[in-house]
T-cell receptor, first 116, second 109 residues
Framework: GAVVSQHPSWVICKSGTSVKIECRSLDFQATTMFWYRQFPKQSLMLMAT?????????EQGVEKDKFLINHASLTLSTLTVTSAHPEDSSFYIC????????????FGPGTRLTVL | GQNIDQPTEMTATEGAIVQINCTYQTSGFNGLFWYQQHAGEAPTFLSYNVLDGLEEKGRFSSFLSRSKGYSYLLLKELQMKDSASYLCAVKDSNYQLIWGAGTKLIIKP
């Protein structure tokens, strides 16, 4: 199998607070995990690539100081949205890279963040 | 630049067959993926093609022509639960996934 979990599945927070989202690969080890953001009725937008034991690689336009990524083990990556604002409200989805012939990315169920 | 094109929306009838096309222009090619995404949910993996030809998996089949930069996803015996967005993604020479905007498929009874 290739199961990826995310926690929490949804969160509502006040403007200015920080929110941490966890992404775990449950039945395989993932040296690489990806964080995406998706606004309503829009396509997936890759935010960053997270490699175990090293710094994340951020896509152009994504603030690394605002979206802190830590990939401390082969099964866990975390995304912390610091000083969240209403415009950060979105659907955040992680995926984990399972090696092998196809190197398929398997997605977590997503975290819906609402910043008031 | 890198580009993935898919129709924005398609409509089909329950029980029928629908083909969703995807054309791509990328720097290199290391495989093409199809994902299904229901509204409000994360994408789920459907298929992977790296060689030319048709890959069949139950009601779903995916075809690839590398020379034409073209793929399609074929869905047979459509069910209402197949209403979803279908995302085409290509892995480029740097093994980065380039995503299409997705095709919203509407199934009518």
């Amino acid at each position: 199998g290739a199961v990826v979990s995310q926690h929490p599945s949804w969160v509502i927070c006040k403007s200015g607070t920080s929110v941490k989202i966890e992404c775990r690969s449950l039945d395989f080890q993932a040296t690489t995990m990806f964080w995406y953001r998706q606004f309503p009725k829009q396509s997936l937008m890759l935010m960053a690539t997270s490699n175990e034991g090293s710094k994340a690689t951020y896509e152009q336009g994504v603030e690394k100081d605002k979206f802190l990524i830590n990939h401390a083990s082969l099964t866990l990556s975390t995304l912390t949205v610091t000083s969240a604002h209403p415009e950060d409200s979105s659907f955040y989805i992680c995926s984990a890279h399972k090696g092998g012939e196809s190197d398929t990315q398997y997605f977590g169920p997503g975290t819906r963040l609402t910043v008031l | 630049g890198q580009n993935i094109d898919q129709p924005t929306e398609m409509t089909a009838t329950e029980g029928a067959i629908v083909q969703i096309n995807c054309t791509y222009q990328t720097s290199g090619f290391n495989g093409l993926f199809w994902y299904q995404q229901h509204a409000g949910e994360a994408p789920t993996f459907l298929s992977y093609n790296v060689l030319d030809g048709l890959e069949e998996k139950g009601r779903f089949s995916s075809f690839l022509s590398r020379s034409k930069g073209y793929s399609y996803l074929l869905l047979k015996e459509l069910q209402m639960k197949d209403s979803a967005s279908y995302l085409c993604a290509v892995k480029d020479s740097n093994y980065q996934l380039i995503w299409g905007a997705g095709t919203k498929l509407i199934i009518k009874p």
